[in-house]
């Protein structure tokens, strides 16, 4: 054990939460704030317009819903609802898993101490509002049970793109932290929705289509881009996991897992092998994300929220969303269960181990993450169909009760972010101009060391 001059042990360095990033996670950061407020707005884009639509021509909306399209001998024969639910969210999904991929390789989830607090903090976000819908829809008379995954989700389009736009002076620590903790929330949602909304599995399918993505990953390792074999062996793999009753998107996260997300392996040398580059994080995955992603963001994701939120309006819908056991729990779930289950597992991180708030951050920026996690619409309103089906009475109350609690997540959160950022600007005016020499602001306006003092969200 190491130990002082005096002969005394030496204390290690308490670990900083937020603190500095690996030169992989800034360029992961950085992508997804470039994209993502687009497709959060565009995301929105296709809510409003299901909503509209199913408004004001329900017949056409639930005609063209249910147009069934696709080969019934390979049981594909699905309304374009479904569709869009399993067919084009597994485009999503395999966008999350080279996120996922790229986080685990050169990421914060490479280590095991950078990993501990999103990681926390996810599961935190996810058990508390659990708990609460469950407890809600235990006790109220007409209570559903089953759907107590539904608030459990956060929607990384619609959460990040929220930050980018109000948290401009939010460090960029924090709003990496948003970005994990809402990665790690997306492959725990993904083993919820494996695990907890299978009823029956065909395993010599699954087998199957785990063989295509065997064989996917060893062509691309072995320097194979052709798409006319990589194409086919993924909607192979799709296509065996769906009739095996496993849900399809699963087969977007395993491809996406399957794609190399070491340095150097976004070209193949001549003899196959991956060449290496200059840059340290020019990465297969990082090629594909960025080549997937806008038909994520700009297609996929949006035409989704056309199919998944068009219900129809009226005061005893929205009425009974609010009154019922499932659209109060998911409400209360996603607005209170979120930031609390979030802030408590931050804190326990900080109370029991040696880590701490890096310098000048508070508990409100915690909160304020934790609100804006709130926002839970793809995979809420997936979960939400998978559940109680679409277009069912209870899949209606889930819609709205979505719908509400993320709009109430984004407002809120929006604000204490935006609170958050003016604070944190003026503290970096503040020190800039004591290093340059020049006189502090006012009071509450200061430095560093002055506005931690008039901030009572700063930590301590």
């Known amino acids: 054990m190491p130990t002082t001059p005096s002969g005394a042990p030496a204390r290690r360095p308490a670990r900083t939460l937020f603190g500095s990033l690996s030169a992989g996670s800034e360029r992961n950061l950085a992508d997804t704030l470039r994209d993502e407020r687009i497709g959060g707005l565009l995301l929105l884009v296709g809510a409003v317009a299901a909503l509209l639509w199913a408004n004001l021509a329900p017949d056409s909306y639930r005609a063209v819903s249910e147009t069934v399209v696709g080969p019934a001998a390979l049981h594909l024969d699905l309304d374009l609802a479904h569709w869009a639910a399993d067919g084009l969210l597994a485009i999503f999904f395999f966008v999350v898993g080279l996120e996922l991929k790229r986080?685990?390789?050169?990421?914060?989830?490479?280590?095991?101490?950078t990993a501990a607090l999103p990681a926390a903090a996810a599961v935190g976000g996810m058990a508390v509002p659990a708990l609460v819908y469950l407890t809600v829809n235990t006790t109220l008379p007409g209570g559903a049970p089953e759907g107590w995954a539904v608030p459990t989700a956060t929607d990384i389009a619609f959460a990040v793109g929220v930050l980018a736009i109000v948290g401009r002076g939010v460090p960029v620590a924090l709003r990496a932290f948003l970005l994990t903790l809402a990665?790690?929330?997306?492959?725990?949602?993904?083993?919820?929705?494996?695990?907890g909304y299978t009823e029956t599995v065909t395993f010599g399918l699954v087998l199957g289509s785990f063989a295509c993505v065997a064989v996917f990953a060893l062509a691309l390792r072995r320097g194979i881009r052709s798409p006319f074999l990589l194409v086919p062996l993924a909607l192979a793999a799709w296509a065996l996991l769906h009739a095996s009753g496993v849900h399809a998107t699963i087969a977007g996260v395993l491809l996406g897992f399957a794609v190399p997300a070491a340095a150097g392996t976004a070209r193949p040398a001549r003899g196959g092998a991956p060449r290496p580059v200059a840059d340290p994080d020019h990465s297969l995955a990082e090629r594909y994300e960025h080549l997937w992603r806008p038909v994520s963001a700009g297609f996929a994701v949006p035409v989704f929220a056309l199919f998944a939120a068009g219900v129809t309006i009226d005061p005893a819908t929205v009425g009974a969303a609010f009154a019922e056991p499932v659209g109060l729990g998911v409400v209360l779930g996603l607005v209170l269960g979120k930031p609390v289950g979030i802030t408590l597992a931050t804190w326990a991180v900080s109370r029991f181990t040696r880590a701490r708030l890096a310098p000048g951050l508070g508990w409100w920026d915690v909160v304020g993450v934790g609100v804006l996690a709130g926002i839970g619409f793809t995979v809420s309103l997936l979960v939400g169909s998978l559940a109680f089906g679409t277009g069912t009475e209870l899949g209606d109350h889930v819609v709205v009760g979505v719908l509400t609690a993320s709009l109430l997540a984004a407002l809120v959160g929006g604000a204490i972010l935006a609170w958050r950022g003016r604070v944190h600007s003026v503290r970096a005016d503040g020190a800039a101009a004591g290093a340059a020499g020049a006189p502090a602001p006012g009071p509450g306006r200061g430095a560093a060391g002055s506005e931690r003092d008039t901030d009572p969200g700063a930590s301590r």
């Open 103 to 113: 986080e685990m390789v050169v990421g914060e989830l490479r280590h095991v101490a």
């Open 183 to 195: 990665v790690v929330d997306d492959l725990l949602a993904i083993v919820i929705i494996a695990v």
